[in-house]
T-cell receptor, first 111, second 109 residues
Framework: GAGVSQTPSNKVTEKGKYVELRCDPISGHTALYWYRQSLGQGPEFLIYFQGTGAADDSGLPNDRFFAVRPEGSVSTLKIQRTERGDSAVYLC?????????FGPGTRLTVL | QKEVEQDPGPLSVPEGAIVSLNCTYSNSAFQYFMWYRQYSRKGPELLMYTYSSGNKEDGRFTAQVDKSSKYISLFIRDSQPSDSATYLCAMRSGNQFYFGTGTSLTVIP
């Protein structure tokens, strides 16, 4: 079956702009995670959804970052007033039981 | 101190060599241990998953967990050029997953 998909694959924006990153999880997976991966680093946890609700958002770096999953499937990560330090690969993973399956990521570049 | 420590390498070995990759951790609450492989510009792909101390084998890959020492390893036998990638260890406590920085591996034909 289809894996986790993320769109866009690449996003270039200017400092101060708003961006939305989309994640389509594996069908039927109730858990969804967002991570941020900087060059030479492992994925860093941002937020975790169980169904429609954000069960743990302790990894969001500040209030410019927000994520939703209104129908318990597709999720959108929203970043307001982007800064150059937000440049990274944003990974989404979905899970049923103990295994996580990752999407290919969205490479965000803030100029 | 980071929750999970992993030597970033890079590690370069000849084809056919045995590769040993390692991570240490500090949190005794970690219960599940995973190894992921990540090719350039791709998402991590789960290789091995275990929740107990001891060894788990899958083909050319063996995962080893020593909870008393807070140390996990991944061994790759008969390494192939296609194994060239970054290998990430990951650990789970509750609903959060903690990743190492990844070790870059190159297998030279």
């Amino acid at each position: 079956g289809a894996g986790v998909s993320q769109t866009p694959s690449n996003k270039v924006t200017e400092k101060g702009k708003y961006v939305e990153l989309r994640c389509d999880p594996i069908s039927g997976h109730t858990a969804l995670y967002w991570y941020r991966q900087s060059l030479g680093q492992g994925p860093e946890f941002l937020i975790y959804f169980q169904g429609t609700g954000a069960a743990d958002d302790s990894g969001l770096p500040n209030d410019r970052f927000f994520a939703v999953r209104p129908e318990g499937s597709v999720s959108t990560l929203k970043i307001q007033r982007t800064e150059r330090g937000d440049s990274a690969v944003y990974l989404c993973a979905s899970s049923q039981a103990n295994e996580q399956f990752f999407g290919p990521g969205t490479r965000l570049t803030v100029l | 101190q980071k929750e999970v420590e992993q030597d970033p390498g890079p590690l370069s070995v000849p084809e056919g060599a045995i590769v040993s990759l390692n991570c240490t951790y500090s949190n005794s609450a970690f219960q599940y241990f995973m190894w992921y492989r990540q090719y350039s510009r791709k998402g991590p792909e789960l290789l091995m998953y275990t929740y107990s101390s001891g060894n788990k084998e899958d083909g050319r890959f063996t995962a080893q967990v020593d909870k008393s020492s807070k140390y996990i390893s991944l061994f790759i036998r008969d390494s192939q050029p296609s194994d060239s990638a970054t290998y990430l260890c990951a650990m789970r406590s509750g609903n959060q997953f903690y990743f190492g920085t990844g070790t870059s591996l190159t297998v030279i034909p």
